[in-house]
């Protein structure tokens, strides 16, 4: 059972020690085992709030893109590795939120909300938080309808919004690339998206736009077949 959403906003958290020697050591470790193709890093603002929209394949996504990244980024976990009891409970939640973890509560209404509050507080503070607008991992490897919640903080901060295409994540094996004709990892950084005409525009409207316009900048670079449905093929 999913533990509720605390009732006041906790402080932003921020990335440890812990995150920035594993990176230290997971870019290396991930290169010998993926050699990831990376393209469009200098597109992720140096300074300031960016919010990184990408697809979501496998587990591995939020690894690589971290280890991708010129900047520290933070993600969106499941609550349920903050609340676990024991040695093991205790050690997932000191390393999650060691590595700058923000809690997400599957949940509507208040839960969601404090979800969403969470990452627009690590906006606020200049810092680069990535999101899944689909919500959940693709099963099929179409690229479904985006949620209206990654909209909503790129609306409320003003940050950057920064489309990533990811391809291979879904399927890739540890060394696959040595084998031949075995296809990489790949990790494209799109450019930020343009929203200076929706200046103006009402809530509702906008936030639809954004949403449109993050999942139409992802397929382009993935080359994913858009559903054209929202994604309930996963619950992770």
């Known amino acids: 059972m999913t533990a509720p959403a605390p009732s006041t906003p ?19 470790l991930f290169w010998l085992m993926y050699r990831p193709r990376i393209t469009g890093r200098s597109n992720v603002p140096e300074r300031g709030p960016v919010l990184l929209a990408s697809n979501h394949l496998a587990s591995l996504d939020t690894v690589i893109i971290p280890t991708s990244a010129r900047r520290p980024v933070q993600f969106l976990i499941k609550s349920s590795y ?20 923000v809690p997400v509560y599957r949940a509507t209404g208040r839960d969601a909300r404090a979800a969403l509050d969470a990452g627009s507080s690590i906006l606020r503070a200049g810092s680069v938080f990535a999101v899944f607008p689909e919500g959940t991992r693709s099963r099929d ?11 909503w903080m790129a609306r409320e901060t003003g940050a950057a919004v920064v489309p990533v295409g990811l391809i291979g994540t879904g399927t890739v094996k540890p060394f696959s690339h040595l084998l031949p004709g075995r296809p990489r990892v790949e990790v494209h950084f799109g450019e930020p998206l343009d929203l200076s005409d929706l200046e103006g525009v009402p809530d509702g409207k906008a936030r639809r736009e954004i949403t449109e316009r993050m999942m139409a900048a992802i397929a382009g670079l993935t080359g994913q077949e858009r559903s054209g449905s929202v994604n309930a093929s996963s619950r992770d």
């Open 141 to 151: 490897g179409k690229l479904h309808q985006g949620h209206g919640g990654a909209a």
């Open 10 to 28: 906790a402080p932003a958290p921020r990335p440890g020690a812990v995150y920035f020697v594993g990176r230290v050591v997971l870019r290396p």
């Open 82 to 101: 903050f609340t676990g009891s024991g040695v093991l409970g205790r050690f997932k939640r000191w390393f999650f939120t060691s590595i700058g973890g």
